[in-house]
């Protein structure tokens, strides 16, 4: 009855099991339990510092260009820049000038 009313939106099979079975069972949260996982690799301290000089000595680095220097992932390199070291891309505005008979 999912399916045909969600199509292939709709939860599968095995996940309404579990669900079913986690809410007999007394819980009523559907958020997933927290996990380890996988720690950080690219976010240290020293990476961080890295980065920062870098975009101290250059601030036309893209990221590209400073993750293939560090060696760490792009998102690695855009957490720390944007999460870590607060900086954001600035937009800039260019507005042609007006052609006067002052500025010909």
């Not at 990476?47 to 036309?60: G, P, W, Y």
């Not at 400073?66 to 999460?83: F, M, P, Q, R, Y």
Request: glycine share 4%.
């Amino acid at each position: 009855m999912l399916v045909k009313v969600y199509g292939v939106y709709a939860v599968s099979k095995k996940c309404v099991f579990e669900w079913f079975k986690c809410f007999r069972d007394g819980k009523e949260d559907v958020k997933d339990e927290p996990r380890s996982g996988r720690p950080p690799t690219s976010t240290t301290p020293d990476n961080i510092e890295r980065v920062r000089r870098m975009l101290a000595d250059d601030r036309r680095l893209s990221l590209r260009m400073t993750a293939e220097e560090l060696k760490i992932c792009l998102d690695g390199v855009s957490n720390i820049i944007h999460e870590h070291l607060q900086n954001h891309k600035k937009k800039v505005y260019a507005f042609p000038t007006l052609l006067r008979s002052s500025n010909v």
